[in-house]
């Protein structure tokens, strides 16, 4: 692997914890900026109860044409149908 491959580099990553509570699926949501990924995790962990609760956690970027979107680092929207055999 050539570690020279990439075009680019951030040093501001925005995470965003999914914390999926009870039947309804009713679902929290909270961004965490200017934090390191154990910040994150730590975070996903103390909004879900210690592990309690389902939770998720996704890397968020905006893409060439200022898209929004998700990079799933653990898990996934557990409101949408699983499709592959990892989700």
């Known amino acids: 692997m050539d570690e020279r491959d990439s075009a680019w ?7 965003r914890v999914f914390v999926f509570e009870g039947p309804g699926n009713a679902t929290t949501v909270v961004d965490i900026v200017d934090a390191t990924i154990e910040d994150a995790l730590e975070s996903a962990r103390a909004l879900s109860k210690a592990d309690e ?35």
């Open 53 to 87: 609760l389902l939770w998720s956690l996704a890397l968020v970027d905006d893409d060439s044409r200022g898209s929004r979107g998700l990079v799933w680092l653990s898990g996934m929207d557990y409101n949408d149908r699983p499709v592959t055999a990892s989700e």
């Open 9 to 15: 580099e951030r040093s501001d990553p925005r995470f």
